[in-house]
C-alpha cells in the first residue's frame, strides 16, 4: 500500500520551505514559479501542505490573472476568512 504523500526528509524540507515563502507573502498571492524550491515542485507541497496529516493549511489557489495556463497560491492571514469560506474548497485542487 503506498502512501498518498511522501513522508522522505526532502519531502519534508519542500513543504517546509514553501509554508515560509507563503507566510513571508503576508496573505499576498505567489506565482506558482516562485514555490519551486530545491528542485521540488512547488504546487505539489501546496497540495500536500493543505493535507489534514500535514497540517490542513488553508492554501488557496487561483488562475494567474495575467499569464494563462499558471497558477497563484497564498496563505490567507488570521481572521481573514470567515469560517464558511474556510470550507470552500472544492475546487478540484486536491484530486
Not at 513571508?24 to 514559479?33: F, I, K, S
Not at 515542485?41 to 494563462?68: N, W, Y
Request: aromatic share 10%.
Amino acid at each position: 500500500m503506498t502512501t498518498p504523500f511522501p513522508y522522505t526528509a526532502a519531502a519534508k524540507r519542500g513543504r517546509a520551505a514553501v509554508l515560509r515563502i507563503l507566510i513571508a507573502a503576508h496573505g499576498q498571492w505567489v506565482d506558482g514559479e516562485k514555490l519551486i524550491v530545491g528542485g521540488h515542485e512547488g504546487t505539489r507541497r501546496a497540495r500536500e501542505l493543505r493535507a489534514q496529516q500535514f497540517g490542513g493549511h488553508l492554501i488557496q489557489r487561483r488562475p494567474h490573472p495575467f499569464a494563462g495556463g499558471r497558477w497563484q497560491y497564498r496563505l490567507p492571514l488570521p481572521g481573514e476568512l470567515t469560517p464558511e469560506q474556510t470550507t470552500m474548497f472544492d475546487d478540484g485542487w486536491d484530486e
